[in-house]
T-cell receptor, first 112, second 114 residues
Framework: DSGVTQTPKHLITATGQRVTLRCSPRSGDLSVYWYQQSLDQGLQFLIQYYNGEERAKGNILERFSAQQFPDLHSELNLSSLELGDSALYFC???????????FGSGTQLSVL | GDSVTQMEGPVTLSEEAFLTINCTYTATGYPSLFWYVQYPGEGLQLLLKATKADDKGSNKGFEATYRKETTSFHLEKGSVQVSDSAVYFCALIPRGQGAQKLVFGQGTRLTINP
């Protein structure tokens, strides 16, 4: 158990809808990272937050947004969903901006 | 840009066989190198790492040596077990950068048959 909790584990929705994925980092970790894992793109970094502030952006679509709350949990919001958004979304956390990441078990999103 | 290339899978071996999963990288300078493992239904876990040339990372019987002359970080294990069945990812972080710059390879699915 990595200590990183993601909910829900599975999410099935329709095109055009909006969903929210939730992540609770390990106790004491200030950084949260979001990744998308798909068969064709592999693991893609989406965005990082550190202590409530956006720290780095990767290949995140404009339809996607995230935030980190004062209690350090984070949410990833995906809107106007398309079939191609179907993927496994991982959250990871680290103490600071260091190298060692701890990953959650992911949220499997299926857009039908 | 920085990139990681892994041998394509899937790889299927019998228990107690020798394992090698090839990984090469392209990066400016000397990045930190990692192997992550993803067991079925779980998130990625750090398996081992090496931060400078000729370093050998090791964990759970797995080893990988940082070879700057061949820009490689091949994963090896002398005798695999069924429980090693998983997807293995080679990754790098450019020198001086943080985890937000982590670059993953495509992953190699390993299946070990009893």
């Amino acid at each position: 158990d990595s200590g990183v909790t993601q909910t829900p584990k599975h999410l099935i929705t329709a095109t055009g809808q909006r969903v929210t994925l939730r992540c609770s980092p390990r106790s004491g970790d200030l950084s949260v990272y979001w990744y998308q894992q798909s068969l064709d793109q592999g693991l893609q970094f989406l965005i990082q937050y550190y202590n409530g502030e956006e720290r780095a952006k990767g290949n995140i679509l404009e339809r996607f947004s995230a935030q980190q709350f004062p209690d350090l949990h984070s949410e990833l919001n995906l809107s106007s969903l398309e079939l191609g958004d179907s993927a496994l979304y991982f959250c990871a956390s680290s103490v600071g901006a260091g190298e060692k990441l701890f990953f959650g078990s992911g949220t499997q999103l299926s857009v039908l | 840009g920085d990139s990681v290339t892994q041998m394509e899978g899937p790889v299927t071996l019998s228990e107690e066989a020798f394992l090698t999963i090839n990984c090469t990288y392209t990066a400016t300078g000397y990045p930190s190198l990692f192997w992550y493992v993803q067991y079925p239904g779980e998130g990625l876990q750090l398996l081992l790492k090496a931060t400078k040339a000729d370093d050998k990372g090791s964990n759970k019987g797995f080893e990988a040596t940082y070879r700057k002359e061949t820009t490689s970080f091949h994963l090896e294990k002398g005798s695999v077990q069924v429980s090693d069945s998983a997807v293995y990812f080679c990754a790098l972080i450019p020198r001086g950068q943080g985890a937000q710059k982590l670059v993953f390879g495509q992953g190699t699915r390993l299946t070990i048959n009893p």
